[in-house]
């Protein structure tokens, strides 16, 4: 299993600034996710992260959105830039396990824009 | 695309009923199927998962899952559920390198 650390936990922020949020793995990983569990909603994924390369984003989601950094083999960044309340939202960063399509979660960071 | 269903938004039962929620999915090919929970407050965990052999298989506390491909299936079950049951479950596809989740059941075991 892996362990997945997020922060922050939570935030609330104002409509037109950006949030990083950052996600920290305990072991080495190639690919690392990023989903998006809208209130009410399921989880959609919003990019695939891998060292040394640009994410790939999936539709309706683009860089200038949510830029995404995987400087290393452990550690990501999603970023929501300039927000509005339709952001709100929890953002999970997760990666895959040993057994090709079981993912591990973080806890989650849980985003309120007013 | 792929699509994955869950057929209950809400289910609420009693201690030592049965349960059961549905799934399926669109994608005709390949897949691999996961059942996924989520405790209150808690982060996502993995229930029970599908990928080859006996399409009924078995996961952690007690649940199991059956795979009818002709259906494109993969329903949870557990024969006696407890209190701490009490979860939201997502039902998860996977094909090619993407997961696919399903709108999740909130599932409310009262005691």
């Known amino acids: 299993s892996a362990v997945i650390s997020q922060k922050p936990s939570r935030d609330i922020c104002q409509r037109g600034t950006s949030l990083t949020i950052q996600c920290q793995v305990d072991?080495?990983?190639?690919?690392m996710f990023w989903y998006r569990q809208q209130p009410g909603q399921s989880l959609t994924l919003i990019a695939t992260?891998?060292?040394?390369?640009?994410?790939?984003?999936e539709s309706g989601f683009v860089i200038d959105k949510f830029p995404i950094s995987r400087p290393n083999l452990t550690f990501s960044t999603l970023t929501v830039s300039n927000m509005s309340p339709e952001d709100s939202s929890i953002y999970l960063c997760?990666?895959?396990?040993?057994?090709?399509?079981?993912?591990?979660f973080g806890e989650g960071s849980r985003l309120t824009v007013l | 695309a792929q699509s994955v269903s869950q057929h209950n938004h809400h289910v609420i039962l009693s201690e030592a009923a049965s349960l059961e929620l549905g799934c399926n999915y669109s994608?005709?090919?390949?897949?691999?199927l996961f059942w996924y929970v989520q405790y209150p407050g808690q982060h996502l965990q993995l229930l029970l998962k599908y990928f080859s052999g006996d399409p009924l298989v078995k996961g952690i506390k007690g649940f199991e899952a059956e795979f009818i491909k002709s259906k494109f299936s993969f329903n949870l079950r557990k024969p006696s559920v407890q209190w701490s049951d009490t979860a939201e479950y997502f039902c998860a596809v996977k094909n090619d390198y993407k997961l696919s989740f399903g709108a999740g059941t909130t599932v409310t075991v009262r005691a």
């Open positions: 992260a891998n060292q040394g390369s640009e994410a790939t984003y």
């Open positions: 072991s080495q990983v190639t690919m």
């Open positions: 997760s990666v895959e396990g040993t057994s090709a399509g079981e993912l591990f």
């Open positions: 994608y005709g090919g390949t897949v691999n």
